[in-house]
């Protein structure tokens, strides 16, 4: 806890632990992790199945709006190929005198495809697309019972030409009395292949390169190290990316 910034230059109010994908699923050898998960690898393998499985059918149905080939996104992150993709446990202490202005986990978008996100108390907070990053103009979204939030990654971005949207959120002190209690959430982040390239997706509804429009070429690993560090170093600003034409689904 403690260990990253915030945007407001204080430091973060949470406990994060990653699990790897392909630790969990053995597409790489087994690494040691804290007793509780060693002894759920059963769970975490059908968890991480289920979660995939039902990304697969929304990601099937993004093909269909963007008129491609069914499969096409989601044969980017195939769960037997070795990627970044992991199962992030958060967990925030309770407050006993609630500094509702703390924030838990800075503003970010999700770097991957996409991500499922589980919570029951509240804290995440959203900025809406074109809205001036202060704090009167970030917005609490309600967990809702049973549900799970699904959020699109800046890389469904890239490959659709920023057709789909990455939105900007952070998680604060959870509103009300919430924030006398523990929040905790699981967030089943999908990362692509890390053989997969970054190239935009050719066909469909997906706009070619404009003149001049620089072709990505990187593959995932070398596009996201870049991404991160000029996040890191400030050069680049994390903001809600893409949407730059409806897609319903
Ligand atoms: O805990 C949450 O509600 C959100 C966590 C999150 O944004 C993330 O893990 O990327
Ligand atoms: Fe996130």
Known sequence: MGRLKTDDGK???MHL???NQDDILGNRPPRTNAGPVESKRTQ????????????????????????????TL???SPLEDESETSVRLL???PQPAPEYDRITLGGHTDIGTMTVLFH??????????????????WQYVRPEPGCALVNVGDMLVEWTGELLR????????APGDQALVQRQSVAYLVRPAKKA?????QGGKIPPLAEGEEEETRPVNEWTAWRSRQIMLGHLKPQSRGGNMAVSV
Do not use: W
Request: charged residues 15%; contains cysteine; hydrophobic residues 45%.
């Open 11 to 13: 430091t973060d109010h």
């Open 91 to 93: 967990c925030s202490p």
């Open 120 to 137: 029951v108390v509240g804290g995440l907070q959203i900025l809406s697309a074109g809205k001036e990053n202060v704090m009167e103009n």
């Open 74 to 76: 989601a044969a980017l």
């Open 197 to 201: 390239s970054m190239r935009r997706i």
């Open 44 to 71: 975490l393998q059908a968890f991480i199945r289920h979660c995939s499985a039902a990304l697969g059918v929304i990601l099937g149905a993004l093909d269909d709006q963007l008129g491609l080939k069914q499969g």
């Open 17 to 19: 632990y990653s699990i």
């Open 166 to 173: 990455s939105s900007l959120h952070r998680v604060m002190t």
